[in-house]
């Protein structure tokens, strides 16, 4: 559920699944911009694949999953403790949201 006037982007690599036509009909069906990685550049998602890995060794890897309500549960509260209250070194010791009001303001 977005709020109106967003635009939501698909990122991902160039596998064959992302470039059927039947995937990129339903894509621009549901209003999505659809966004590859740029062939032999791994690091256009590395920031994703950075968060994925740190999502999996500090929550999901730490206990069973009963079934898909409780992971969107777990997943929901890691993503916004992630993004408001997990500081980070590389970002001077602030969090992503505190980080990101700086360098906007």
Not at 5 to 11: D, K
Not at 25 to 32: E, K, T, V, Y
Request: charge should be positive; glycine fraction near 4%; charged fraction near 25%.
């Amino acid at each position: 559920k977005l709020p109106s006037g967003v635009t939501p982007i698909m990122h991902s690599d160039q596998g064959w699944q992302y470039q059927t036509r039947e995937y990129q009909i339903r894509l621009h069906a549901m209003g999505i911009v659809p966004s590859m990685s740029r062939k032999g550049n791994c690091h256009d998602n590395a920031p994703m694949e950075s968060f994925f890995n740190l999502l999996k060794r500090e929550r999901l890897n730490r206990q069973p999953i009963k079934d898909i309500k409780e992971l969107k549960q777990i997943v929901t509260h890691y993503a916004r403790w992630f993004n408001h209250d997990r500081i980070s070194l590389n970002k001077n010791g602030l969090t992503p949201i505190e980080y990101r009001n700086q360098t906007a303001a």
